[in-house]
């Protein structure tokens, strides 16, 4: 009888343990809400500028020596060619530098003339055994001074010689003064700026761009009569120009139309800028919080279907409350704006009405 009840009660017991383990668990677990952000469409795929038409190569002018203007030879705007002279200096300061080396150089080889008389002359008197081999030793150390100091007088005179030819500034090009900044009669200093020259032959476009990030790679230039003619972005300035908020750019002009040929350096023309860029794609504005940087490279989580999907772009910019991005996304399209590093792809997620 014991044993009997005994049987029952752990058959009781194994029921109930074995209604424990079945009781049935919620698998679903609840989906979570998102706020979103709606791509919109922007009409700013195109930036237009002025545009300053400048030489892709332009010399600033100075003397190498200073001293004062005795003539001045070209004026502003003036057309010149390779060597034409452009300004003077006063020669006479440099004409007595000159004679000075040149007096300095005589002097020297005087000198060296008579050091080495004495070592001929002390040579034979060795020979003669009338003075000691100490003396010719001597002698001879005065000889290679005198040698030494012959060959800095002859670079002397020859620098004198060069700072004569400095006092002649010439054009290193052919092309056209763009501005003089001196009189006849004014002191210079060596490297003071005293004029721009622009070489013939290449134009480019010089435009201050907003600072708004990366300076687009390319667009077209407005012509004011043949339409248009394709740019290409050359060099841009590694600093933005604290008064203005812009930097500084050079778009190289392809295909170098006629018309340019016609059109002084200096003239303001117009330039349309293409955001977009040769890598394709529109930049745009998204909340910060919405770029997604775990490891795999930035990307964004675009809700299609009730599920997000990540969605790798190429970041322009960060700025505190924004990031620019650039991407092929089409308008309209929703993305995940806040908690991106709590998703997952393919995962099932409700929009946050506002």
């Not at 407005?222 to 812009?246: F, H, Q």
């Not at 006629?258 to 293409?274: I, S, Y």
């Not at 990307?299 to 960060?318: F, H, T, Y």
């Amino acid at each position: 009888m014991v044993l009997k009840q005994l049987g029952w009660i752990v058959l009781l017991m194994a029921l109930t343990a074995c209604d424990n383990n079945e009781k049935p668990v919620d698998a679903a677990a609840p989906i979570p809400f998102v706020r979103t952000v709606t791509i919109k469409e922007r009409g700013d795929h195109q930036l237009i500028l002025s545009a300053t038409l400048r030489a892709r190569h332009e010399t600033p002018l100075a003397f190498q020596v200073g001293g004062r203007i005795a003539a001045r030879r070209v004026d502003a705007g003036q057309a010149v060619r390779k060597g034409q002279t452009l300004f003077e200096l006063d020669p006479r300061d440099l004409d007595e530098e000159v004679r000075a080396a040149r007096a300095e150089r005589d002097r020297a080889t005087s000198i060296l003339a008579t050091a080495q008389a004495n070592l001929r002359r002390d040579r034979d008197l060795v020979n003669r055994q009338f003075v000691s081999a100490q003396t010719l030793e001597r002698t001879e150390l005065s000889v290679q001074e005198a040698q030494s100091s012959l060959a800095a007088a002859e670079s002397r005179l020859q620098q004198a010689r060069n700072s004569r030819e400095y006092g002649r500034l010439s054009a290193p090009a052919a092309g056209v003064v763009l501005d003089v900044s001196a009189e006849r009669g004014q002191v210079v200093t060596s490297g003071q700026v005293i004029g721009t020259l622009a070489h013939e032959g290449a134009r480019e476009l010089e435009v201050f761009i907003p600072d708004q990030g990366e300076a687009p790679r390319a667009g077209a230039l407005l012509l004011p009569s043949t339409g248009s003619t394709p740019v290409i972005l050359r060099e841009v300035a590694g600093a933005v120009d604290p008064a203005s908020r812009t930097r500084r750019a050079r778009y190289r002009i392809e295909g170098g139309p006629a018309e340019l040929a016609r059109l002084a350096l200096g003239t303001v023309l117009r330039v349309v800028l293409d955001r977009t860029g040769p890598e394709g794609g529109a930049v745009i504005e998204i909340p910060i919080g919405a770029l997604d940087e775990r490891g795999q490279g930035p990307r964004i989580w675009l809700v299609r279907d009730g599920r997000v999907e990540p969605l790798p772009v190429q970041a322009v910019e960060l700025l505190p409350e924004y990031a620019r991005i650039r991407t092929d996304l089409a308008p309209g399209s929703r993305i995940v704006a806040l908690g991106v590093h709590l998703l997952q792809p393919g995962m099932a997620v409700r929009v946050l009405e506002p």
